[in-house]
Each structure stands twice: as structure tokens, then as C-alpha cells.
Antibody
Framework: QVQLQQSGAELMKPGASVKISCKAT????????IEWVKQRPGHGLEWIGE????????NYNEKFKGKATFTADTSSNTAYMQLSSLTSEDSAVYYC????????????WGQGTTLTVSS | DIVLTQSPASLAVSLGQRATISCRAS??????????MHWYQQKPGQPPKLLIK???NLESGVPARFSGSGSGTDFTLNIHPVEEEDTATYYC?????????FGAGTKLELK
């Protein structure tokens, strides 16, 4: 069955970078978008952007350009999101999700990765 | 960006009664064939779960007490009859254009 397995919780210092992974199983990795979503308490869900692993095509929410960078490795069926120049505002739970190519509803989600940025 | 305004922010419903959640988009997200509006349920400590796609299509495995309706800019999620396990936060999401956006969420509690 379809599963998205994310990397574990991270504790990072301000100014550092972090790379979160999302390993996909149970479907053709290259054919669906991998979506990235941020959730902070009291801030609901924010779409960061997406990558289509087969082509490497990406779309970013303007708000996260320069903050997030997406990559994907089709040999290991793993997508990555790197977040740079971390601040306390980046402390959140980050989810990856599968997005359909025809329209972007998110039918499968990873379990979430908690990022804490603190000195 | 398309803004999705959900109402109410929270509601309390008795077991067996109906819960109605509204989502209004700042512009139309519908064509003559499809509405690009989707609904999710999120319980504490869990990722969101897709309930309804294209405004009214129930995702596989989702109980039939969940239903969605609407087109253009106004959409509704109904839950009837409400069960204890339905206590959660519900989000709408459009996929009309980039950036995709979510509503702020509606927290459903039992009365």
C-alpha cells in the first residue's frame, strides 16, 4: 500500500540548514507530485511547494522561495526538502504528501517531521 | 493568492446531529465540469486525512455520513449523524492555481 515515511525530529540552531526526507513506497514515485506542507500551532496548514520526481519540476509558494529547496532521488524513491537560514519561525511540523498530477489533492500523507529551531 | 474563509472557527454538536462547515473562496475554483475544492480531517498528533475531493466526491474508505457540496466560491462539508470519532479539525483546500492554499480550519467538538 502507499506509504510516505519521513525522517525524524530535528533540533537545529538558528542560522543552520536542515534536510528532511520523505521515502515513498507502494506506487510509482516518478508519476505523482510530492507536496510539502508546514503546520505551526495557531497557523493552520501552509503549502510550501511541490516536486514531480520524474521530471524534477518544482513549484514553490512565493513565501518560501529562498527558504525551501526540493530535490528527489528516483533510485531510492525519496524526496527531500532543505530549509536554510533557520529561525524560530521555521519551528513547525512539516508534512510530505502525495499530490495527484491532474489536480493537487493530497491523498496520502507522511507522519510529519517536527523541526525545532532554538539556540 | 486565493483566500479560503472557513466558518465557523469552531462548533459543538451533539451526537447524532448534523455538523455543517462552510468554506468560501475569494474567487471561483470551479469549471463547468469540476470544482477544485477538497476537504480534510485532522486529529491531534496525526497528519490530515483526505475526506472529499472535487467538492463532493467521497474518498475511498470514508464513511458515508460525510458529504460535500457547492461550486464556484461557496462550499460546504456536512457530517450527519455526527459520531464521537468525528471530533477533529476540518480544513478545505483548493487546487485551482499555484499557490495551493488551505482554509484556517474548523474545530468540531461534541456538545
Amino acid at each position: 500500500q502507499v506509504q510516505l515515511q519521513q525522517s525524524g525530529a530535528e533540533l537545529m540552531k538558528p542560522g543552520a540548514s536542515v534536510k528532511i526526507s520523505c521515502k515513498a513506497t507502494g506506487y510509482t514515485f516518478s508519476s505523482y507530485w510530492i507536496e510539502w506542507v508546514k503546520q505551526r500551532p495557531g497557523h493552520g496548514l501552509e503549502w510550501i511547494g511541490e516536486i514531480l520526481p520524474g521530471s524534477g519540476s518544482t513549484n514553490y509558494n512565493e513565501k518560501f522561495k529562498g527558504k525551501a529547496t526540493f530535490t528527489a532521488d528516483t533510485s531510492s524513491n525519496t524526496a527531500y526538502m532543505q530549509l536554510s537560514s533557520l529561525t524560530s519561525e521555521d519551528s513547525a511540523v512539516y508534512y510530505c504528501a502525495r499530490g495527484t498530477t491532474a489536480t493537487r489533492y493530497f491523498d496520502y500523507w507522511g507522519q510529519g517531521t517536527t523541526l525545532t529551531v532554538s539556540s | 493568492d486565493i483566500v479560503l474563509t472557513q466558518s465557523p472557527a469552531s462548533l459543538a454538536v451533539s451526537l447524532g446531529q448534523r455538523a455543517t462547515i462552510s468554506c468560501r473562496a475569494s474567487q471561483s475554483v470551479s469549471t463547468s465540469s469540476y470544482s477544485y475544492m477538497h476537504w480534510y480531517q485532522q486529529k491531534p498528533g496525526q497528519p490530515p486525512k483526505l475526506l472529499i475531493k472535487y467538492a463532493s466526491n467521497l474518498e475511498s474508505g470514508v464513511p458515508a455520513r460525510f458529504s460535500g457540496s457547492g461550486s464556484g466560491t461557496d462550499f460546504t462539508l456536512n457530517i450527519h449523524p455526527v459520531e464521537e470519532e468525528d471530533t477533529a479539525t476540518y480544513y478545505c483546500q483548493h487546487s485551482w492555481e499555484i499557490p495551493l492554499t488551505f482554509g484556517a480550519g474548523t474545530k468540531l467538538e461534541l456538545k
